[in-house]
């Protein structure tokens, strides 16, 4: 089973629509929860962490953490065609000075 | 400008001739690391460097080699590369208690015949 499990898709929504993105890890000692934005011919950017469980929201994204159930999850609302991009779960494994990535989910906005 | 840069953008080489790929970070950051991104496989950690002179392994550090003689460089060198490390690679950079917000270069796509 790998550490982190994302679905890679393609999701297509049309402008405007509720975009929900998801993952699952299998450790339960995983802390900081993080998702990056990867643009085509770019490198990843972080769009927003979590430490520990609960939600987090910025602007049009939240994010949102359940450790009983090992899941989560990127909400944007209002997508918009800017938004599509291949977007990263990504876990830090505590102690280990190193990052655990999702497959990454490709999302398409049309307008 | 705070970023992470790259050199080469894209490379093509042949098996065996031994190539350096360089990353530079003006962040004054003491956390970097590199990654290989595979379709369907996502990013997946070579090298890490903690500080300068503390390199460590990553998942697949197989065929790979590092150093870190200065805070700002971190180059990667594949000294017999081979058709299978064809792939697209990222370097970032972090600090050091924060290796969860890590600054992503803007990739160097390799390819080996």
């Known amino acids: 089973q790998k550490e982190v499990e994302q679905d890679p898709g393609p999701l297509s929504v049309p402008e405007g629509a509720i975009v929900s993105l998801n993952c699952t890890y299998s450790?339960?000692?995983?802390?900081?929860f993080m998702w990056y934005r990867q643009y085509s011919r770019k490198g990843p950017e972080l769009l927003m962490y979590?430490?520990?469980?609960g939600n987090k929201e910025d602007g049009r994204f939240t994010a949102q953490v359940d450790k009983s159930s090992k899941y989560i999850s990127l909400f944007i609302r209002d997508s918009q065609p800017s938004d599509s991009a291949t977007y990263l779960c990504?876990?830090?494994?505590?102690?280990?000075?190193?990052?655990?990535f999702g497959a990454g989910t490709r999302l398409a906005v049309h307008p | 400008e705070a970023q992470v840069t790259q050199n080469p953008r894209y490379l093509i080489t042949v098996t065996g001739k031994k190539l350096t790929v360089t990353c530079s970070q003006n962040?004054?950051?003491?956390?970097m690391s590199w990654y290989r991104q595979d379709p369907g496989l996502g990013l997946r950690q070579i090298y890490y460097?903690?500080?300068?002179?503390?390199?460590d392994k990553g998942d697949v550090p197989e065929g790979y080699k590092v150093s870190r003689k200065e805070k700002r460089n971190f180059p990667l060198i594949l000294e017999s590369p081979s058709p299978n490390q064809t792939s697209l690679y990222f370097c970032?950079?972090?600090?050091?208690?924060?290796?969860?917000?890590?600054?992503f270069g803007p990739g160097t796509r390799l390819t080996v015949t």
């Open positions: 970032a950079s972090s600090f050091g208690d924060r290796v969860y917000e890590q600054y």
């Open positions: 450790n339960s000692a995983f802390q900081y």
């Open positions: 979590t430490y520990s469980s």
């Open positions: 990504a876990i830090e494994a505590g102690g280990y000075n190193k990052l655990i």
């Open positions: 962040m004054n950051h003491e956390y």
């Open positions: 460097s903690m500080n300068v002179e503390v390199t």
